[in-house]
């Protein structure tokens, strides 16, 4: 259900790379997308968030992609932040991103989740939470969200290296697609 996620996170990519093009019309096209992006993504947000409160929980095998809950806010950050300055709706989005990761986080970590394809869907939210943390970090001068940012990073890192031995043990072990079809 969080995957529902992606096309909005997907449109609201187009201004964060596509800030600097030097077209004259570029500007609007970043702005069509971050607004088609931004609505979608915060249609999605609210669906989802009533769909579990109100309806059977996850299976922990599903869990891990919980963390695609963090993608609208740390991308809708660096899309908006490329559009104009560090203001109270970029602060808003970078604070919602951290709140989100801290909720999140207790529910995704847990030793019941075992391990399978599902937990690569933790490196892309932390990879945008942590580069607009650092973003934010270094527009508002403040050495705590620097750490911040630093501890983000590093989480990211040994997360992906995590998964990426993970994964390798289970494909050469030929296991990984068994653990898919049997959870």
Same mark, same amino acid.
């Given at each position: 259900?969080?995957?529902?996620?992606?096309?909005?996170?997907?449109?609201?990519?187009?201004?964060?790379?596509?800030?600097?093009?030097?077209?004259?019309?570029?500007?609007?096209?970043?702005?069509?997308?971050?607004?088609?992006g931004a609505v979608m993504a915060l249609v999605l947000v609210v669906l989802i968030?009533?769909?579990?409160?109100?309806?059977?929980?996850?299976?922990?095998?599903?869990?891990?992609?919980?963390?695609?809950?963090?993608?609208?806010?740390?991308?809708?950050?660096?899309?908006?932040?490329?559009?104009?300055?560090?203001?109270?709706?970029? +602060?808003?989005? !970078?604070? $919602?991103?951290?709140? =989100?990761?801290? &909720? %999140?986080?207790?529910?995704?970590? @847990? *030793? /019941?989740? #075992?391990f399978g394809v599902a937990w690569w869907a933790i490196s892309f939210p932390l990879?945008?939470?942590?580069?607009?943390?650092?973003?934010?970090?270094?527009?508002?001068?403040?050495?705590?969200l620097m750490a911040l940012a630093g501890l983000l990073f590093l989480l990211l890192?040994? +997360?992906?290296? !995590?998964? $990426?031995?993970?994964? =390798?043990?289970? &494909? %050469?072990?030929?296991?990984?697609? @068994? *653990? /898919?079809? #049997?959870?």
């Amino acid at each position: 259900m969080p995957p529902l996620l992606i096309p909005g996170v997907a449109t609201l990519d187009i201004p964060v790379t596509g800030s600097t093009m030097p077209f004259g019309w570029a500007h609007e096209v970043n702005l069509f997308a971050f607004a088609t992006g931004a609505v979608m993504a915060l249609v999605l947000v609210v669906l989802i968030f009533q769909r579990l409160r109100h309806f059977e929980t996850l299976p922990p095998a599903s869990r891990p992609v919980l963390m695609v809950l963090i993608a609208p806010f740390g991308v809708g950050f660096l899309a908006y932040t490329n559009l104009g300055a560090i203001d109270m709706l970029a +602060s808003v989005l !970078i604070y $919602f991103g951290w709140f =989100l990761l801290l &909720v %999140l986080t207790p529910v995704v970590f @847990r *030793l /019941e989740n #075992s391990f399978g394809v599902a937990w690569w869907a933790i490196s892309f939210p932390l990879a945008a939470l942590s580069i607009a943390s650092f973003r934010y970090a270094e527009a508002t001068g403040g050495p705590i969200l620097m750490a911040l940012a630093g501890l983000l990073f590093l989480l990211l890192a040994v +997360s992906i290296a !995590i998964l $990426f031995v993970r994964t =390798l043990h289970f &494909v %050469l072990n030929g296991s990984l697609w @068994r *653990l /898919e079809t #049997s959870g």
